[in-house]
């Protein structure tokens, strides 16, 4: 099963450019999250989403933008890319965003961005 | 402010031996912790959690202790094994109405040597 999926990859992003980084989900969990991975620093929450049609901030917010238009699909967008936000990006899922084993999140691949 | 705090970045255990990795939190909110294990290029994957209700959990290998006083928490490997080398996660949770938001520490990277 392929659980989440991330895209792209990896990207070099050029400062002051938009980009929305993909992640798709076919587990149908109602929960929703994305994070970002700085050494020293570990997993930061940026955005989450408690079930389609709502979205919450995080941790470091700032400078990124999230949607959910459906269950299974949460976009990230940074508007106007910092250096700043040179980092590797993850998503998750999980079924709930409340109580215990229903709420174990499970992670993509990531996306490793570069902006210069 | 950092809620919860992996203080060793790293830790080198021989094969077979016991890994012992840490893990301390300041909110007593806090009620949930699962630690994450993640390799290179790949995103973290769940390995165990604990609630606030007990003070251990076994997985097989895989033993986590929650010491709620000290807000401290550790995961034991035993056996150790080359294919446990990767980084570790350990995180925090409300099940309260805040939802499902995980706070993570900051890692170890455990090095498993033959």
């Known amino acids: 099963t392929a659980g989440i999926t991330q895209a792209p990859t990896s990207q070099i992003l050029a400062a002051g450019r938009s980009m929305t980084l993909r992640c798709t989900q076919d587990m149908r969990h109602n929960a929703m999250y994305w994070y970002r991975q700085d050494l020293g620093l570990g997993l930061r929450l940026i955005h989450y989403?408690?079930?389609?049609?709502?979205?919450g901030k995080g941790e470091v917010p700032d400078g990124y933008s999230v949607s959910r238009a459906n269950t299974d699909d949460f976009p990230l967008t940074l508007a106007s890319a910092v250096p700043s936000q040179t980092s590797v990006y993850f998503c998750?899922?999980?079924?709930?965003?409340?109580?215990?084993?229903?709420?174990?999140?499970?992670f993509g691949a990531g996306t490793r961005l570069s902006v210069l | 402010d950092q809620q919860v705090k992996q203080n060793s970045p790293s830790l080198s255990v021989q094969e077979g031996r016991i890994s012992i990795l840490n893990c301390d939190y300041t909110?007593?909110?806090?009620?949930?912790f699962l630690w994450y294990k993640k390799y290179p290029a790949e995103g973290p994957t769940f390995l165990i959690s604990?609630?606030?209700?007990?003070d251990k959990n076994e997985d097989g290998r895989f033993t986590v202790f929650l010491n709620k006083s000290a807000k401290h928490l550790s995961l034991h490997i035993v056996p150790s094994q080359p294919g446990d080398s990767a980084v570790y996660f350990c995180?925090?949770?409300?099940?309260?109405?805040?939802?499902?938001?995980?706070?993570f520490g900051q890692g170890t990277e455990l090095s498993v040597k033959p």
């Open positions: 909110n007593s909110m806090f009620d949930y």
């Open positions: 995180a925090a949770a409300r099940t309260d109405n805040q939802g499902g938001k995980l706070i």
């Open positions: 989403s408690n079930t389609a049609g709502t979205t």
């Open positions: 604990i609630s606030s209700i007990k």
């Open positions: 998750a899922s999980s079924e709930t965003p409340f109580g215990l084993a229903k709420n174990i999140q499970y």
